[in-house]
């Protein structure tokens, strides 16, 4: 990270570019998000600039069978800023039947923000084409960090486990190519299934990746074998187990579901706003 610490001012001033760019990014993608329709598994509420699946998971979390992805012992992957670059920190695995070990952030004055996403909800495709520049933009400068959680509580929205396959596959990505996760993510979300159908085949993702300049084989057979289900039942679980991540009069987690230096976003009003309220705090 730079060594030389941003001022209030200068912190204050980069997040006010920051949410103006957020908010023309929004208005040019307007005419292309469409409005989600509520079903028996999805709850759609609609905030600004992102629109929240809410979905209900009663489940207790089972013992964890295997071991988790490396770089995501939190069972989410950290980013931060480097020579003016987003990095993910490198971590080892969470092992075969233990448990994450959370990120505990540092008071240095940065804000740290931690989204719970499922890859197969376009409510997180719409936050991300929101806000994925101004967050990248932050980090990269050093004046913040991001976790990205993935989650799948989406399969019942799909005649296949595609919310299971999707978060899968960008798991694998975590665990054998960590810098091209951002990436790659991205791919996904832009070519994002609709819901209500088969979602895409192990072949699409992996086509889609591959897209994305990643073309690795140990990605591509930890695609095929689904082989990160186990951990990401169990990290879907404990996730959706956490009361504090539910919004208020909600009994269930939502995605995206995202938090800035351990306060809740009411996923409403535009979020690089309420980012801005923790940069200029002394």
Same mark, same amino acid.
């Given at each position: 990270?730079? #060594?030389?610490?941003?001022?209030? +001012?200068?912190?204050?001033?980069?997040?006010? #570019?920051?949410?103006?760019?957020?908010? #023309?990014?929004?208005?040019?993608?307007?005419?292309?998000?469409?409005?989600?329709?509520?079903?028996?598994?999805?709850?759609?509420?609609?905030?600004?600039?992102?629109?929240?699946?809410?979905?209900?998971?009663?489940?207790?979390?089972?013992?964890?069978?295997?071991?988790?992805?490396?770089?995501? !012992?939190? +069972?989410?992957?950290?980013?931060?800023?480097? *020579? =003016?670059?987003?990095?993910? !920190?490198?971590?080892?695995?969470?092992?075969?039947?233990? &448990?994450?070990?959370?990120?505990?952030?540092?008071?240095?004055?940065?804000?740290?923000?931690?989204?719970?996403? *499922?890859?197969?909800?376009?409510?997180? %495709?719409?936050? #991300?084409?929101?806000?994925?520049?101004?967050?990248?933009?932050?980090?990269?400068? =050093? %004046?913040?960090?991001?976790?990205?959680?993935?989650?799948?509580?989406?399969?019942?929205?799909?005649?296949?486990?595609?919310?299971?396959?999707?978060?899968?596959?960008?798991?694998?990505?975590?665990?054998y190519a960590p810098e091209s996760f951002y990436d790659t993510m991205e791919a996904l979300?832009?070519?994002?299934?609709?819901?209500?159908?088969?979602?895409?085949?192990?072949?699409?993702?992996?086509?889609?990746?591959?897209?994305?300049?990643l073309e690795n084989a140990d990605v591509d057979r930890c695609i095929d074998g689904t082989?990160?289900?186990?951990?990401?039942?169990?990290?879907?679980?404990?996730?959706?187990?956490?009361?504090?991540?539910?919004?208020?009069?909600?009994?269930?987690?939502?995605?995206? &579901?995202?938090? !800035?230096?351990? +306060?809740?976003?009411?996923?409403?009003?535009?979020?690089?706003?309420?980012?801005? %309220?923790?940069?200029? !705090?002394?």
């Amino acid at each position: 990270m730079p #060594e030389e610490r941003l001022s209030k +001012d200068q912190r204050r001033e980069a997040a006010r #570019e920051a949410a103006r760019v957020a908010r #023309e990014k929004r208005e040019r993608a307007a005419k292309l998000r469409r409005w989600l329709i509520p079903t028996v598994v999805t709850v759609v509420i609609v905030a600004l600039a992102a629109t929240i699946t809410v979905v209900a998971i009663t489940s207790a979390p089972p013992p964890q069978a295997e071991a988790g992805p490396r770089n995501m !012992v939190s +069972d989410g992957i950290l980013f931060q800023g480097e *020579d =003016g670059e987003m990095v993910p !920190v490198e971590t080892p695995a969470i092992p075969a039947s233990g &448990t994450p070990t959370p990120t505990e952030p540092e008071d240095d004055g940065l804000v740290h923000i931690v989204s719970y996403v *499922d890859l197969s909800c376009p409510a997180c %495709q719409a936050f #991300e084409e929101a806000y994925a520049d101004p967050i990248q933009q932050l980090v990269a400068a =050093g %004046q913040a960090t991001l976790e990205i959680h993935p989650i799948a509580i989406l399969d019942n929205a799909y005649t296949t486990n595609y919310s299971t396959r999707s978060n899968n596959a960008i798991a694998c990505v975590a665990n054998y190519a960590p810098e091209s996760f951002y990436d790659t993510m991205e791919a996904l979300y832009e070519n994002q299934a609709e819901e209500r159908t088969a979602g895409l085949r192990n072949s699409q993702i992996k086509d889609i990746i591959h897209g994305a300049g990643l073309e690795n084989a140990d990605v591509d057979r930890c695609i095929d074998g689904t082989v990160f289900e186990p951990w990401l039942t169990s990290a879907t679980l404990r996730a959706a187990s956490d009361s504090s991540l539910y919004q208020p009069g909600k009994a269930s987690i939502a995605t995206p &579901t995202v938090t !800035v230096n351990g +306060d809740l976003w009411s996923n409403s009003g535009d979020f690089m706003e309420f980012v801005q %309220q923790h940069l200029t !705090v002394d």
